[in-house]
T-cell receptor
Framework: DTAVSQTPKYLVTQMGNDKSIKCEQNLGHDTMYWYKQDSKKFLKIMFSYNNKELIINETVPNRFSPKSPDKAHLNLHINSLELGDSAVYFC????????????FGNGTRLTVT | GNSVTQMEGPVTLSEEAFLTINCTYTATGYPSLFWYVQYPGEGLQLLLKATKADDKGSNKGFEATYRKETTSFHLEKGSVQVSDSAVYFCALSGGTGGFKTIFGAGTRLFVKA
């Protein structure tokens, strides 16, 4: 009965490779997000989708491409991975209004070597 | 734009000590304020929230009051336990930032037995 699940939990890959992270939520929320957490625990929003439509696209290299096949799923594809992409990536969902909290997955730790 | 500033850690306390983690924000309009907690290897979980001035959010012995006059939302707990050791994030949603949630830098708390 996991609310927000993302896979894989760990991802170790080499520079230049392409990888994807998948996220699914069963909360019935319309809005989903990708956040990046760096080694100092700082969290930065990357993207947000509302009902399959991209509504937030922060200053992120275009090597990162989100895709939302339906409102319960939001995937993140990363091309040509770089060392600086190493971080923990969190998927989250919410009802999409200012008073609604975010529900987070357990994160994907990406290590680029 | 909106911003959140919280006290730097780590904060180290003995069990049963009083906890305060300071958080101040900058925003126009009427944002909602949140505290999230992150345990090792997990995603963030909502701890408490307040959606308007003078509201007090509380959960599991933690509480925080939305103070518009001082633009603050300080987290307090009267008697911490070892199990409270985690990273705590103050966050804001709304105001001129729309529903996008932005986070403070996080404060790591260590509680010693």
């Amino acid at each position: 009965d996991t609310a927000v699940s993302q896979t894989p939990k760990y991802l170790v890959t080499q520079m230049g490779n392409d990888k994807s992270i998948k996220c699914e939520q069963n909360l019935g929320h319309d809005t989903m997000y990708w956040y990046k957490q760096d080694s100092k625990k700082f969290l930065k929003i990357m993207f947000s989708y509302n009902n399959k439509e991209l509504i937030i696209n922060e200053t992120v290299p275009n090597r990162f491409s989100p895709k939302s096949p339906d409102k319960a799923h939001l995937n993140l594809h990363i091309n040509s991975l770089e060392l600086g992409d190493s971080a923990v990536y969190f998927c989250a969902s919410s009802q999409g209004d200012r008073a609604s909290p975010l529900h987070f997955g357990n994160g994907t730790r990406l290590t680029v070597t | 734009g909106n911003s959140v500033t919280q006290m730097e850690g780590p904060v180290t306390l003995s069990e049963e000590a009083f906890l305060t983690i300071n958080c101040t924000y900058t925003a126009t309009g009427y944002p909602s304020l949140f505290w999230y907690v992150q345990y090792p290897g997990e995603g963030l979980q909502l701890l408490l929230k307040a959606t308007k001035a003078d509201d007090k959010g509380s959960n599991k012995g933690f509480e925080a009051t939305y103070r518009k006059e001082t633009t603050s939302f300080h987290l307090e707990k009267g008697s911490v336990q070892v199990s409270d050791s985690a990273v705590y994030f103050c966050a804001l949603s709304g105001g001129t930032g729309g529903f996008k949630t932005i986070f403070g830098a996080g404060t790591r708390l260590f509680v010693k037995a």
